[in-house]
């Protein structure tokens, strides 16, 4: 019986990928502009529901101008999660462009890929500095990879040399913390339950997305924090030890009651 659920979710998912991918391929050719943004964001809303995740808010997201969103990491189902609630860029792992349909879907919600190489930082850099130029948002993972949801590893400073660049004086920094409540029904008390979403380490992804589909979803929690002015954050590292202190924060209580 889970299976059969598992690949009736599976078939809403291939369905919606047939009816927004061609339409979204077409809308890039005209404009990479916030309308482009509407049908991904669509796509990971009916996503969300096809597996039963609910996404759950405290605080709310900056209104308007460039932001960079910085957050931490639990799983792949973060991408569908964060996207049902803003309407930006990821930033990502080149080798995630090569990932068979999630690469595509990828490129086609204008995700930004980066080496994270020192040869190449500051090309990357400068890309994503233009984004934030052209008046668009940039979601950034600073902790390089995906963690088991119990806390939140150190962040790496290099992307926050973006906003410091005197071109772009109107960006703010807004740290939000992605938490996990439930999953399969049920509030998460054990590292088990929590490795039903959660994807890291040495996790496949297909085998770890089947058996998400045959549980009964989960509730993720976004807490977005009061925004940050660059000014006030000193140089990259500083910037980027503060916005680790406050998303590791959002965690806290959880981790207190599931001591």
């Known amino acids: 019986m889970a299976a059969?659920?598992?690949?009736?979710?599976?078939?809403?998912?291939?369905?919606?990928?047939?009816?927004?991918?061609?339409?979204?391929?077409?809308?890039?050719?005209?404009?990479?502009?916030?309308?482009?943004?509407?049908?991904?964001?669509?796509?990971?809303?009916m996503i969300c529901r096809a597996f039963g995740i609910e996404v759950e808010l405290e605080g709310a997201p900056a209104a308007g101008g460039q932001t960079l969103y910085v957050s931490n990491h639990i799983s792949y189902l973060d991408i569908p999660v964060i996207s049902c609630v803003l309407a930006a860029s990821f930033v990502a792992k080149a080798d995630v462009a090569g990932w068979p349909v999630f690469g595509l879907l990828a490129k086609l919600h204008q995700t930004i890929f980066i080496s994270r190489s020192r040869q190449s930082i500051q090309e990357e850099s400068h890309v994503l500095k233009n984004i934030l130029k052209a008046g668009g948002s940039i979601i950034v993972f600073p902790e390089g990879t995906s963690s088991d949801g119990r806390s939140v590893l150190p962040f790496k400073s290099s992307l926050f040399s973006m906003v410091l660049?005197?071109?772009?004086?109107?960006?703010?920094?807004?740290?939000?913390?992605?938490?996990?409540?439930?999953?399969?029904?049920?509030?998460?008390?054990?590292?088990?339950?929590?490795?039903?979403?959660?994807?890291?380490?040495?996790?496949?992804?297909?085998?770890?997305?089947?058996?998400?589909?045959?549980?009964?979803?989960?509730?993720?929690?976004l807490h977005f924090h009061p925004p940050i002015k660059v000014q006030e954050g000193g140089n990259r590292k500083d910037l980027a030890l503060k916005c680790h202190e406050i998303v590791a924060s959002g965690l806290i209580p959880a981790m207190a009651k599931a001591a």
Not at 178 to 187: A, F, P, Q, R, S
């Open 4 to 45: 059969l659920i598992a690949l009736l979710k599976f078939s809403q998912f291939l369905f919606w990928c047939a009816v927004l991918i061609p339409p979204q391929m077409l809308i890039l050719l005209f404009t990479r502009g916030k309308p482009a943004y509407a049908l991904p964001q669509l796509w990971h809303k």
């Open 165 to 221: 660049d005197s071109d772009i004086p109107n960006v703010i920094i807004q740290p939000f913390t992605v938490e996990l409540i439930e999953t399969d029904g049920k509030k998460v008390e054990t590292q088990k339950d929590r490795d039903y979403y959660a994807w890291y380490g040495d996790m496949t992804l297909m085998p770890h997305f089947w058996q998400f589909a045959k549980r009964r979803g989960a509730k993720v929690k």
